[in-house]
């Protein structure tokens, strides 16, 4: 976990001093490298990991935007929602591979992201994200957050086949609550 806080302080510090601002709505990618820290006992990244790359290229998008400046420094706090995973093909220990940070769109409360993990021109696996701002108890607007940040787009709708991916999300938890109680 030292680890984890040391990389986005590294992005928090890069972002601010070293690379240039970017886009909220363009796509973002970085390229990575599997480190032994990364792996399991069978010298593949581990499946805990691309959960983890994918929160440093969110916070990196935040850092690099004027996200961070309409949102943590006004007092709201990232939250997620949900995300979905699926795997593909392993990524093996010491190679490279790169991450692609899309949008996917918005509604009124929640923005939808898709992260591809790409090696070799080859699709190894798809993370999507729910993600919201919250602040007094509650999610705020991001069509104002986004506004505030420069976005032109007035709406960005997601695609059904995203919604679907999510769509589902609150009839588990319920349906787990109501086996439990």
Known sequence: MVFYWLHLLY???????FWKEVDLTSNQT??????????DTFRYMSNAKYAYYMDFIRFEKMFRSKL??????KGMYAVLGSQK??????????????????????????????????QNNQVCAIGYTKAA??????????????????????EMKISAEIDDIFINDYQ??????????
């Open 85 to 118: 995973i699926i795997y593909k093909k392993p990524l093996k220990m010491w190679s490279t591979f790169t991450i692609t940070l899309i949008l996917e769109g918005w509604d009124d409360k929640w923005v939808y992201h898709s992260q591809v993990f790409e």
């Open 68 to 73: 961070f400046d309409n949102t943590v420094k």
């Open 11 to 17: 992005i928090f510090i890069g972002s601010k001093l």
């Open 30 to 39: 970085r390229k990575r490298r599997v480190s032994i820290l990364d792996c």
């Open 172 to 181: 588990l938890i319920k349906n787990t609550t109501d086996i439990l109680t």
């Open 133 to 154: 701002f919250w602040k007094d108890k509650k999610a705020q607007d991001i069509e104002m957050i986004f506004k505030n940040c420069g976005v032109t787009i007035i």
